[in-house]
């Protein structure tokens, strides 16, 4: 089965810094194609798009974190990690990490997988 888990979050004051890491596993990236994705949602809000990294190192992020956040993977492409720099009030958030599959090589592939979240919270 796939799997998704996120770890590294925590508290930290205006301007601090976290990681957080994704790990993936159950499948082979020869065989399923995934893009690896960052989500958050706020209390009372909807769940917002971060940032993504794809199988060949591309990366996209939301306005509101780019120059602050940055993610990467490793040689394995099923761990993901973002750094996150110059944390503000509004990036507190439950942060959310899933798989959404660009291509089924050889199946089978699940569509989309999410990890449970990690929690960050920044203090002003």
């Known amino acids: 089965q796939v799997q998704v888990v996120e770890s590294g979050g925590g508290s930290v004051e205006d301007g601090g810094s976290l990681s957080l890491s994704c790990v993936a596993s159950g499948y082979s990236v020869t065989n399923c194609e995934y893009e690896i994705v960052w989500y958050r949602q706020a209390p009372g809000k909807e769940r917002l798009f971060v940032s993504r990294i794809r199988l060949d190192d591309s990366t996209t992020y939301t306005d509101a974190v780019k120059g602050r956040f940055t993610i990467s993977q490793d040689g394995s492409k099923k761990t993901v990690h973002l750094q996150m720099n110059s944390l503000k009030p509004e990036d507190t958030a439950v942060y959310f990490c899933?798989?959404?599959?660009?291509?089924?090589?050889?199946?089978?592939?699940?569509?989309?997988?999410w990890g449970q979240g990690t929690q960050v919270t920044v203090s002003s």
């Open positions: 899933a798989l959404h599959l660009r291509r089924a090589v050889r199946g089978p592939c699940p569509g989309n997988a």
